[in-house]
């Protein structure tokens, strides 16, 4: 696990350019450094941060270059070993980066990426062709940005890793986005010259033009095969992929909440690691927040060393300090804070962790999914004009739940119902939260909808299959894998992800809806869980990671919200901010549009 960097036609020096690689080193602190080479007669950069995870020695550091190819690698490729059995050359490391400069070699770069195991973005030269190449896994595990303007292109893993330069305007379509969502999705970052590759993309750059390309894609047909046996698929591929994420030589543990998702991935690293594993979970002082005892009472069945630790207000302020230092946007999931904790006290017993994010996406694990489709089912029989009532009633209405129903109810759509439970700030609350010329100017029109916002068309066999792929597409790596990513390399520990292994999507995807829910949500997952440990410690309503934002807002963080408020430029309806503020201190619940107010910059 590592930082990449990469500079064609800057008029930065050397030492700056040093300075901004070094930005990025709490991504690898064993080693940093920055190389010079000749792309169309001009300068190219490659700048490289280390964290050491395979063949630990220096003549593994990057860049590192053969004949034909220089590489910056961030990310494993788990499958190399047997990679290198497609190549007869004489190795001179145990690395996967120089297994994939041979396979590059051999195969070129398309050929090379099926064949690829892994989490990865990589910054690649062919000094043959003049060419220069960016690739991000299929997943989007692993991030990757770039800008293009006025003849300069630069790369890197954060957005810290840009110089201010490229980092002067703020992208207003961004920033409607973030206070929608709570995080910016597709290719969009909060500056408007900068862009993220794509997950599954690659980028082709030869000095003067871009190209992308997609690589990569989920599968659209279904595949006939009964309930057992797509459970004993499911087992089949994600033992595999826990034994394939084991890989290392330094030593790995595993992230614990006591659900299923991470459950499933202990139990099997338990039974699939020589030794004994340890786990690491996360509780809260608050009490009605705190799950850690299924964590603990998971742990010890499957008899792993087992470390928690108690996340409090107090961790809230220490952690504020350097939140933007390394979410450097806007981010608003406030559960990267216990992240944040827990990666901490990881990375004080271990280099690498296993996490079970994925889940939830690929096998239906969301209450939303149903709610909307129930809703739809329901409010689609009633009458538009009796409908047309009802919203009119509900706009007016003090209780939160009829006011924020008044809108689907009047434009009943499955977009409609799913962003009233998707996103911090509802689309149609949009023109009361901002300056409507400001939405205008953005988005072309003051009235927006969710696909205007997510710039995304369902495209599943079915609504569920459909809410699913969305989430996988946006949700997944621009929330949950930013928030994961960036809150361990913050102290530079690698997470791995058994659950977002290709092979295990690719299969997931292939099944039909109904057989996923044969016997609920999550229930192929559940009946591999169940084999391996007592269904009682697992069994119990599904509960996110969250946290006690509503009522720090109305006690400890209180004075910090509305002075952020005050703060605000005329781009926000301030009276409309305060009046939220206000409601909030009187027992309405508007956690996650302040959290995302406090999170702007």
Not at 278 to 305: H, L, N, P, Q, R
Not at 340 to 358: F, I, N, P, Q, Y
Request: hydrophobic share 35%.
């Amino acid at each position: 696990m590592c930082s990449i960097l990469g500079y064609y036609n800057t008029k930065l020096s050397y030492k700056e350019l040093v300075k901004q690689n070094l930005s990025m080193s709490h991504r690898g602190p064993d080693n940093s450094t920055l190389k010079e080479y000749r792309f169309r007669d001009k300068c190219l950069y490659f700048g490289h941060n280390r964290l050491s995870i395979q063949d630990l020695a220096t003549h593994a550091n990057q860049p590192m270059e053969n004949e034909r190819f220089v590489i910056v690698f961030n990310g494993e490729i788990y499958n190399h070993r047997e990679l290198r059995g497609e190549c007869e050359y004489a190795w001179k490391t145990t690395s996967d980066t120089e297994t994939l400069l041979k396979l590059f070699s051999k195969f070129g770069v398309e050929q090379t990426l099926l064949k690829l195991i892994g989490m990865f973005a990589i910054g690649l030269f062919d000094k043959f062709e003049q060419k220069l190449y960016l690739v991000r896994d299929r997943v989007g595990i692993k991030p990757l940005y770039y800008t293009f303007e006025n003849g300069e292109f630069a790369f890197a893993s954060e957005l810290k890793g840009f110089a201010e330069h490229l980092k002067c305007k703020v992208s207003n379509k961004a920033l409607i986005q973030f206070m929608t969502l709570g995080y910016i999705p597709n290719e969009s970052s909060y500056y408007q010259n900068i862009k993220k590759l794509q997950p599954a993309h690659y980028l082709m750059f030869d000095g003067e033009n871009i190209a992308l390309k997609r690589y990569w894609k989920l599968p659209n047909d279904k595949i006939d095969i009964s309930y057992s046996e797509a459970v004993e698929e499911t087992e089949r591929l994600l033992r595999s992929s826990v034994k394939y994420r084991l890989l290392a030589d330094v030593e790995v543990g595993s992230f614990l909440s006591g659900g299923v998702d991470s459950s499933l991935v202990s139990v099997i690293m338990a039974q699939e690691s020589n030794q004994k594993i340890k786990t690491f979970s996360i509780g809260f002082e608050d009490k009605a927040y705190d799950e850690s005892i299924y964590a603990k009472e998971v742990a010890k069945y499957i008899k792993s060393d087992h470390y928690e630790y108690k996340f409090g207000i107090n961790d809230v302020f220490t952690l504020l300090d350097g939140f933007d230092t390394f979410y450097d946007e806007p981010f608003g999931d406030a559960s990267s804070l216990p992240m944040m904790l827990l990666s901490k006290m990881t990375k004080e017993h271990v280099t690498v962790a296993l996490s079970g994010d994925g889940g939830d996406e690929l096998f239906l694990g969301y209450d939303r999914y149903f709610l909307t489709q129930n809703y739809h089912n329901k409010l689609s029989k009633i009458p538009q004009v009796l409908r047309n009532m009802l919203s009119s009633i509900g706009r007016y209405s003090t209780h939160d739940r009829l006011q924020k129903m008044s809108y689907p109810l009047k434009n009943l759509s499955e977009q409609n119902l799913y962003a009233l439970l998707y996103s911090s700030t509802k689309p149609w609350e949009l023109k009361n939260l901002f300056d409507r010329d400001f939405l205008v100017e953005s988005f072309g029109k003051s009235d927006l909808s969710l696909l205007d916002i997510l710039e995304y068309q369902f495209d599943g066999d079915d609504l569920l299959d459909s809410l699913s792929r969305l989430d996988f597409h946006i949700y997944l790596p621009d929330d949950i894998l930013v928030k994961v990513d960036r809150a361990s390399m913050a102290y530079s520990l690698e997470a791995r992800v058994p659950l977002l292994d290709h092979r295990v999507v690719e299969f997931v995807y292939s099944l039909p809806t109904n057989l996923k829910l044969k016997n609920g949500p999550k229930s192929i997952l559940k009946e591999i869980l169940y084999k391996h440990v007592p269904k009682e410690l697992i069994d119990r309503p599904k509960r996110g990671f969250s946290v006690p934002l509503k009522h720090w807002f109305r006690n400890e963080l209180k004075d910090v919200v509305y002075a952020k408020i005050e703060s605000l430029d005329d781009r926000f309806n301030k009276k409309y901010l305060f009046n939220i503020f206000q409601e909030h201190q009187n027992g309405r619940n508007f956690e996650y549009v302040l959290w995302n107010i406090l999170r702007l910059r």
